[in-house]
Structure formats: C-alpha cells, structure tokens
C-alpha cells in the first residue's frame, strides 16, 4: 500500500535541508549558447534559453530549500524580474523539485512532467522509499534519509504533451526514460544533439561519498538507491544511446562530450548488467538473469 501523505510531511522532510554537498556547488556552466546548468548541491539545474532573447524554460528545481539559490541565477542569467515560461520536469524525486513549490508560488508558472508522474506532484500518492540495503556506498547507505513524500502543485502542474513536443522549447522533444521513476523524461535536441539525461544516466557514481563530493567523472546507470525497475532503467539507457548525443547534462555530475560520451553510453549500454544493476537490494530481481 502507498503511503499516503500527511499534512505535515511537506514540511518535516521534503522542506529540510540535505546537509550534502560537492566541490561543484554554487557553480554555473554554459555548454551552449542557450543551455545552462548550475549546481545546487549535488543535483544539476538546467537553464534552456539564451539571454536577452526571447523566453526561458528552468528544468528540475534542486534540493530542498534551493529557491532563493534558484532565483538569484536566474536574475544573474536572464535579469532582474525575469521569470521562466514554464518548469519542466525529468521526475519528481525531492532532489528534483526541493525548491518547485516556492517558486511556483512566486512565479505563477505552468510545471509540465510526464502524466505518470503526475500523482507524485499532486499529493495523491508517494515514492517507493529508498533503498538503504542496496549495493554501493555511503550516500546509498544514508538514503534511508531521503524523503519519498509527495509534493501537491494542485493544477499547476500538467503532463507534457503526447507527442513528444516540449512547451516552450519547439526545437526539443522529451523522452520517456523510466526505471528511476514511472514517468522519467530526457530532452534531445536533433540540431546539436544535446542530451539532457536527468538520472536516466549520470555522469558520476552516485551511491560513493566520495565520487559525489570530488564530482569524479564516469558514466553511470541511474542512482542506485532510488530506482525500482532495473529492466526499464536498461532500456532507457539503450534509448539515449541509440540518439549518439555529443553532449550530456545529467542529472547528478559533470558534463560529457564527443567521442568520450558516445563510447561511454556504448559500454554502459554493453555492460549495464555488471556496472550499473546492483548485485543485491530490494528493488533488484535475482531471478531474471540481469547479471
């Protein structure tokens, strides 16, 4: 049975600040004209617009407590008094959405996210909790810590649209790339074949204190402590390598590009049974053969 939310647990969890952090935290990078990402924490936020024209879009909203951090980048980026057209989600997990209801709240703007994820984002129902026992290091042995309560956006949040298209941004499409959670989504862009991964895929082992803290880079399947569904985390990671992106923003990590990205998705893709399915916890079947 899901756990159903009480009127406190917003408050007592997904509004409590995660003391964790990384050499990145506080820091900025553009990696195209229009696509910038900045480091709350641990987690990556993407900036899609270029400044001085025409609207922006904001995907994912950080860690708790992230808003003020938010709103201050997007005034050194976009201006004092800008605000984006819309948020845009990849999933709905607390390190995603730590500062959406604040700045929903200020800004007054539609929230998109895949329609399954959508009773994650409306108080109807909560996460799977976290996986404590799995595989890996210190940050998967302290994700009992991890809040899995939902927030409730009430009718500012919607689905995106069915056919792939991506509100405010005509030149990208959303991908469904679930296994971390029911309604994941990654954005591509054909032109330059930027990825936006969320935590389909990352950049840097994220069960490992220390990986998390020095940001080390290396391609991974999707947090360990947090995904449910290992076979459609596979196929999600087959999805992304098979678009050839020739850059990465993920969800949690450093940026990757050219030859070094595609070779990367190729031995993940390749070898995703023994690098990235653990070899033990809850949400791990033995009985299917995966390793």
């Known amino acids: 049975m899901d756990k159903q939310p009480n009127e ?13 952090t990384s050499i990145t935290s506080g820091t900025g990078i ?26 922006w ?25 800008s605000k984006p057209a819309a948020i845009i989600l990849t999933h ?16 007054e703007v539609p929230v998109f996210a895949h329609e399954l994820e959508i009773p994650f984002l409306t108080g109807e129902k909560s996460y799977p909790e ?31 649209p069915a056919d792939g298209s991506v509100p405010g941004l005509e030149d990208w499409k959303w991908i469904h790339t679930p296994g971390h959670s029911p309604g994941h989504v990654s954005f591509f862009r054909e032109e330059d074949t930027a990825l936006i991964s969320g935590d389909a895929c990352i950049t840097v082992k994220q069960d490992s204190f220390y990986n998390v803290l020095m940001q080390s880079p290396e ?35 450093p940026t990757m590009e050219d030859e070094e990205l595609i070779n990367g998705l190729e031995e ?24």
Not at 41 to 46: E, R
Not at 92 to 107: A, P, R, T
Not at 130 to 154: C, H, M, Q, W, Y
Request: net charge negative; glycine share 10%; proline share 6%.
């Open 92 to 107: 709905g997990h607390f390190d995603h959405v730590g500062g959406l209801m604040d700045l929903v709240e200020e800004w």
């Open 8 to 20: 406190n647990s917003t408050e007592n969890s997904l509004l409590r600040f995660m003391p964790m």
């Open 219 to 253: 391609l991974n399947g999707p947090p360990r402590y947090l995904t449910t569904d290992w076979d459609a985390a596979w196929d999600s990671v087959k999805k992304l390598a098979a678009l050839k992106p020739s850059l990465i923003v993920s969800g949690h990590g």
């Open 268 to 291: 993940l893709v390749e070898n995703f049974g023994k690098v990235a399915i653990p070899d033990y916890g809850k949400y791990v079947d033995k009985n299917r053969g995966l390793h």
């Open 30 to 55: 553009q990696v195209r004209n229009d696509v910038y990402y900045y480091t709350d924490q641990i987690v990556n936020i993407c900036f899609i617009g270029t400044p001085g024209i025409g609207d």
């Open 130 to 160: 976290p996986d404590p026992t799995v595989e890996g290091g210190l940050v998967a042995k302290a994700s009992r810590l991890f809040p899995n309560e939902p927030i409730d956006l009430g009718n500012s949040v919607q689905a995106l």
């Open 57 to 81: 879009i904001l995907i994912d909203a950080g860690m708790p407590k992230a808003a003020s951090e938010i709103k201050s980048v997007a005034v050194d980026r976009f201006g004092r008094e």
